[in-house]
């Protein structure tokens, strides 16, 4: 596997094979750009209750796996396990991607083209720009109190503490087993947040790609796309990482910020429940 430069990683949950936006738009970059295929290892990592039956033939794609995990180990699972795929093939650079990234052929060109120059190696992670509705949403810089979107003229090294989206970012393989891997105790919301911070703890810096990439943030739609039971699950992960890494002003002004935030919702929101798993989040 000498020629390949990336190990990618597409986490899929009671999603199809064929339904997948990111499956579908791989397949159509790697049709469009000559050689693309033989530069990345694909694994499919399939988080849903049943196992699919893939057929290699349906995907233009080089050394490809598939993997069901029925008990659902979430994305950290996913991530770790990929991760220790790139480290047996000596494959550098593991991106991640969701099951419904749109992905385009600049994508690839943008992450080949940094790669080749060759990244000097405090370099921990190659992010591209998430636009949702025209505004960028990823990576942001991140302040005092608050979280800024980076500037869409913005593109380098980044010399202020930066998060990002776990979708479509590409991690250095060796930074990321330097920090320990992806922590099971984010297996699901925040592991972004917290593996960005840690590598940048341990002395990694970001690089933002010249390059946009569309992309759904559920919470921005949250009745019609995440259940109160998720949602309470990311509320117990944001005080996880308030909590580790004291950001936002620390326990205190989060827990302002919540009950804000929970007004809000009884205000904007039919279902008041929750508004009321943000209440109990509180009196933890």
Not at 227 to 240: I, Q, T
Request: aromatic share 8%; proline share 5%.
């Amino acid at each position: 596997m000498s020629g390949i430069l990336i190990q990618c990683v597409i986490v899929l949950y009671k999603n199809t094979l064929s339904e997948s936006r990111t499956l579908r738009s791989l397949s159509e970059c790697c049709l469009q750009e000559c050689g693309l295929a033989e530069r990345l290892s694909i694994l499919i990592f399939d988080n849903s209750p049943t196992a699919q039956q893939p057929n290699p033939t349906d995907w233009p794609f080089g050394p490809t796996e598939y993997h069901h995990d029925a008990e659902n180990g979430g994305l950290a699972a996913a991530y770790n396990y990929a991760l220790r795929t790139a480290r047996n093939e000596n494959i550098e650079w593991l991106l991640l991607l969701d099951q419904d990234t749109l992905l385009e052929v600049g994508l690839f060109s943008a992450l080949f083209r940094e790669i080749g120059t060759p990244t000097p190696p405090y370099v921990c992670a190659l992010v591209p720009k998430l636009v949702q509705n025209g505004a960028i949403i990823s990576p942001q810089i991140v302040g005092t109190f608050r979280n800024k979107p980076i500037s869409p003229q913005f593109s380098g090294l980044c010399s202020r503490l930066t998060t990002a989206f776990n979708s479509a970012a590409c991690l250095r393989v060796q930074a990321v087993v330097k920090v320990g891997g992806f922590p099971q105790e984010y297996w699901l919301d925040y592991l972004d947040h917290v593996m960005f911070y840690r590598l940048q703890v341990a002395d990694g810096r970001i690089f933002v790609l010249d390059v946009t990439v569309q992309h759904h943030l559920s919470l921005l739609n949250m009745e019609v796309e995440m259940s109160v039971e998720r949602y309470a699950n990311v509320l117990a992960a944001e005080g996880k990482f308030i909590k580790e890494t004291n950001s936002g002003g620390g326990s205190l002004v989060h827990r302002m910020r919540l009950l804000k935030r929970a007004m809000s919702l009884l205000i904007k929101l039919r279902n008041r429940s929750y508004a009321l798993q943000i209440f109990k989040s509180i009196l933890k």
